[in-house]
């Protein structure tokens, strides 16, 4: 590819330096009958070895199989890891265990700066960690590399240092493409995000490197086995093929209660899609799902972010002084038109008419944040955040910070004419197994880190969409994206996928 750096890394640094058990090596080897592939001439490569354990794995596998040191050809490993002490760890451990010098079989230095060489299969772990978490100076130098390894698309978001695309998924682009013969093969454990999450990972799932193609040919989602000692990610080990276009359905097996699940996975709408998982008998409901069209006014969204400052603009109790004023937490004067009931988890269990809870926005009704000029003509409204000013200056994010740097130290997120829209169907998104859309009156609002919605004009058009949406193959749906009881449940750009926007409608403030 041509990059060429001095030093672009320490090799101290420590990336992900989670170590595969050489027992679960050992179940790679059997699914995919590596140790056979290894034996009959293949010479196998792991590029982020670590302390060498997926290559012992093999060693160990041979001598358990009855091999003798001197049968096994150890000459056809290969081995490359950053850290020098876990090199020279990989090194020392073939010497003692086996008296096999693996000095030049093995490298110490960064995948990303590794001389080409073209090995049979590859068998690894790379390391699993978001951009955004990685050391500040590492993450400068390796933009480039997202770039040139076609994992950015048209996204700003890794430019700007906020990208949560996972290095694994780096890592195994430069495996595929530099480290694999034509038609080679990769084993690798990895993070469940490159293939299961929406948003910046998404850009693996073109499922290629430039002019390469590779394709995904079986997952092992590890699902409930503890195989990295409690190590939270949720992981699975990949089968990749270089040179081959993806074709969907592949086989997923998915590990619940104590056995394997033989299952589906593929791509629902586009080929960047996260994977959906279904057992076969559901292929056809998920083959039947008619979209849901609507107005891109309509646009599923997530509700308010305060941004930090929930304890500002959120209030616990509301009482009505007169036309104009309201009292909120019992102590607080505010115009009763910037105040607004916020949807609770307690409004989908029992009924959806009392408020819990009230949040304070300072907007106009097309979404705009007053000026300062309206906000003074508020005195209770203005003197009540001019009181929290320091603290709503001091909220960290790029969004909000481009609100902070116009002055509008009183804005917050997920704002915007549609939380005025006469109704709002709206879910809970997150941590949830079961999709219940609900519809709310349109001054109701939704908390961005439990709920998103779609709004419309009409109490009709409302009904219509909540119709569609309760069709249990929506459920289905979701369910089949394996985030039940996680931050992605149903988050907007799920249902976005479900979605058809009937016509063109311009709205000033999206
Ligand atoms: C998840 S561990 C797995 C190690 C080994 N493959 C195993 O399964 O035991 C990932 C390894 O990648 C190494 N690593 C991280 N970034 C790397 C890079 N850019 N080039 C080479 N190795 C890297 C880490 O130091 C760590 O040892």
Redesign the pocket.
């Known amino acids: 590819m041509g990059i060429n750096h001095s030093s672009l890394?320490d090799k101290r640094?420590?990336?992900?330096?989670?170590?595969?058990p050489v027992e679960w090596?050992n179940f790679a080897i059997m699914q995919f009958d590596i140790f056979t592939k290894w034996m009959n001439g293949a010479s196998v490569f792991?590029?982020?070895?670590?302390?060498?354990?997926?290559l012992d794995s093999l060693v160990i596998h041979g001598v358990e199989r009855g091999f003798s040191i001197t049968e096994l050809p150890l000459k056809n490993l290969y081995g490359?890891?950053?850290?020098s002490t876990?090199c020279e760890r990989a090194i020392k451990k073939f010497q003692k265990k086996y008296g096999i010098d693996m000095s030049s079989n093995f490298s110490n230095?960064?995948?990303?700066e590794l001389e080409h060489k073209e090995y049979d299969l590859i068998f690894?772990?790379?390391?699993?960690q978001n951009f955004v978490d990685l050391p500040k100076n590492y993450k400068q130098k390796i933009k480039e590399y997202f770039l040139n390894y076609d994992l950015v698309g048209n996204s700003q978001s890794l430019l700007l240092g906020g990208s949560r695309i996972d290095?694994a998924a780096l890592?195994i682009q430069i495996a595929v493409k530099d480290f694999l013969k034509n038609n080679g093969e990769a084993f690798l454990?990895a993070p469940l995000s490159i293939l299961l999450n929406d948003g910046a990972n998404q850009h693996f799932r073109t499922y290629k490197v430039n002019d390469t193609p590779f394709s995904l040919v079986k997952v092992y989602d590890f699902n409930d086995v503890d195989v990295f000692n409690g190590i939270a990610t949720r992981y699975s080990l990949i089968h990749l093929k270089r040179d081959i276009a993806s074709t969907f359905p592949i086989p997923f097996e998915r590990h619940e209660k104590g056995k394997w699940l033989s299952l589906l996975a593929k791509p629902l709408f586009h080929l960047t899609d996260p994977l959906s998982i279904y057992d076969i008998d559901s292929e056809n409901i998920l083959n039947d799902i008619v979209p849901i069209e609507i107005d891109k006014e309509s646009v599923p969204r997530q509700g308010i972010n305060t941004c930090g400052a929930n304890k500002i603009f959120f209030f616990e109790s509301y009482k009505e002084i007169d036309d104009a004023n309201c009292l909120v937490n019992e102590s607080i004067t505010l115009p009763k038109k910037f105040v607004f009931p916020l949807i609770t988890s307690k409004n989908f269990k029992d009924d959806s008419i009392n408020p819990r809870k009230w949040v304070l926005l300072p907007y106009h009704s097309n979404g705009r944040p007053l000026e300062l000029s309206v906000l003074k003509s508020y005195p209770n409204l203005y003197q009540y955040l001019f009181k929290h000013q320091e603290e709503l200056r001091h909220r960290k994010g790029i969004m909000i910070g481009s609100w902070l740097k116009k002055g509008y130290w009183w804005a917050l997120l997920g704002m915007g004419y549609y939380n005025f829209m006469p109704y709002k169907i709206v879910w809970e998104a997150y941590g949830k197994k079961e999709f219940c859309p609900l519809i709310f009156d349109g001054k109701w609002q939704a908390n961005q880190s439990l709920q998103a919605f779609i709004p419309v004009r009409t109490l009709r058009e409302a009904d219509r969409v909540l119709t569609e949406l309760s069709n249990p193959v929506i459920e289905s749906y979701l369910l089949s994206l394996k985030m039940e009881g996680t931050m992605n449940w149903a988050q907007p750009g799920k249902i976005k996928k479900l979605i058809n926007y009937k016509k063109e409608h311009l709205t000033l403030f999206d």
């Open positions: 890394s640094l420590k990336i992900g330096d989670v170590f595969t090596g792991d590029p982020t070895m670590g302390e060498g354990n997926l490359n890891e950053l850290n876990y230095c960064d995948i990303l690894g772990n790379p390391p699993w290095i890592v454990f």
